[in-house]
C-alpha cells in the first residue's frame, strides 16, 4: 500500500455502550458520519435484545490505521453481529485499492472475530448539494463502482448484504442539503433497515439468505 492519503480532516470515534456487561449479545457498527446518524434508531430497536457498538471514521478501509484502529477494539470486545461500510471517503484511492482494503478487512474480521455474523452495508447515494433529487454527476458513479465491487466481493466471501443505496435512493426528501448526509426521517430508515439484518444475524442462520 501506498503512503496514505489524507482528507483535510481525519476522525475515528469509538463508542461501546454497556461496556461493562455481558448479559446481551454484542453488536458492531462499522462506519462513517451516515453510520453515526442511525445509530440511535438501531440502540432503540435492539433496546433489551443487544448491546451497540460504533467504530466509525473517515479512513479508507485499505489504510493501515484503519486496520490498527479496529484491531484494537476486535481484540477487546466480543461481538456476535458486525454490520460495516466503508466507501464514501477515500477518494483519492482506486478502485482496485478499494478491492484490495475490502478483502483485508474481511480478513481481519476472519482473524480477529471469527465467530461474529457479518453483514455488509453497502454505500449510500450522493447528490448534488441543495439539489437532493439530482445525483452528483462525478461522486455517485465511484459509489456506484465501489457498490458493485464489494457486492461481488461479499457475494464470494459469503457475507449477506443491506443494500442501504436502494433504501434512499429516489428519495430526496430524506436528504441534508451538503448532499451527503440525510436527515432524522432518512436516518430512522437506514437505522430501521440495518436493524432487520442485525436481528436475522442474532436469531440464527434462518435469517436472511445471502445473495
Known amino acids: 500500500m501506498k503512503k496514505p492519503i489524507f482528507e483535510s480532516n481525519e476522525w475515528t470515534?469509538?463508542?461501546v455502550t454497556g461496556a461493562n456487561r455481558c448479559n446481551l449479545p454484542r453488536v458492531l457498527l462499522i462506519g462513517d458520519s451516515i453510520v453515526e446518524a442511525y445509530r440511535r434508531e438501531v440502540e432503540t430497536r435492539l433496546d433489551g435484545k443487544a448491546l451497540v457498538a460504533t467504530f466509525t471514521t473517515s479512513t479508507f478501509c485499505g489504510d493501515p490505521y484503519f486496520r490498527s484502529e479496529l484491531e484494537l477494539l476486535l481484540n477487546r470486545f466480543h461481538f456476535e453481529v458486525i454490520h460495516a461500510n466503508n466507501g464514501l471517503h477515500g477518494c483519492g484511492y482506486s478502485e482496485e485499492e478499494y478491492r484490495r482494503g475490502l478483502n483485508a478487512m474481511i480478513d481481519l474480521?476472519?482473524?480477529?472475530?471469527?465467530?461474529?455474523a457479518l453483514l455488509w452495508g453497502m454505500t449510500t447515494p450522493v447528490t448534488c448539494g441543495g439539489i437532493p433529487e439530482e445525483l452528483h454527476p462525478e461522486l455517485n458513479p465511484r459509489v456506484i463502482e465501489r457498490n458493485r465491487i464489494a457486492g461481488e466481493i461479499m457475494k464470494q466471501r459469503g457475507i449477506a448484504v443491506d443494500n442501504q443505496y436502494e433504501v434512499v435512493a429516489g428519495?430526496?426528501?430524506?436528504r441534508r442539503p451538503d448532499g451527503y448526509h440525510f436527515n432524522d426521517v432518512?436516518?430512522?430508515?437506514?437505522?430501521r433497515r440495518a436493524t432487520e439484518f442485525i436481528m436475522e444475524a442474532l436469531e440464527g442462520p434462518s435469517g436472511r439468505e445471502v445473495p
Open 171 to 174: 428519495h430526496p426528501e430524506y
Open 13 to 15: 470515534r469509538v463508542n
Open 109 to 116: 474480521f476472519r482473524t480477529d472475530a471469527p465467530e461474529a
Open 186 to 191: 432518512g436516518s430512522a430508515a437506514l437505522g
